[in-house]
């Protein structure tokens, strides 16, 4: 796996509808930036149109992020590549346009950390429930 993976938290979507996990803060209408996740499976960002991904460093950051935006939402316990990017997708604060944005100038949630690539490997929450795990 080449470089130094971390554990981390990501907050995904679940499509009931079309049954896959994608970036919580984006939808389909923002192609651009909407990434798809798998269990077990090694996400990376599109070139050019995607990434750095985002992940949390605490599954306390990540609960605070889901309560903030929704039921919909799911945590994952994840690994992670740490990325040295300087910019990342973001929404205005009317949610009206996507560009690409200077990290410098986005206020990101307590605990965020910037990612190359992730591997979701447990699922922590469903909804609004803690999700029993083999490890507990």
């Not at 499976?41 to 995607?50: D, F, H, L, Y």
């Not at 346009?97 to 447990?122: S, Y």
Request: glycine letters at 6%; aromatic letters at 12%; proline letters at 4%.
């Amino acid at each position: 796996m080449g470089k130094v993976w971390k554990t981390g938290y990501k907050v995904v979507c679940r499509n009931r509808r079309h049954r896959y996990l994608h970036s919580s803060n984006f939808d389909k209408k923002d192609s651009g930036a909407f990434v798809i996740y798998e269990e077990n499976k090694i996400t990376e960002p599109k070139k050019g149109s995607q990434g750095p991904l985002c992940v949390f460093s605490d599954i306390h950051y990540a609960l605070n992020y889901k309560t903030w935006l929704g039921h919909r939402l799911e945590i994952w316990r994840c690994l992670y590549e740490p990325s040295s990017s300087k910019s990342v997708w973001f929404k205005d604060p009317y949610f009206t346009k996507l560009k690409r944005t200077d990290i410098t100038e986005v206020k990101f949630p307590q605990g965020t950390k910037l990612a190359r690539r992730v591997i979701l490997m447990t699922r922590i929450t469903r909804g609004g429930r803690e999700v029993k795990t083999r490890d507990e």
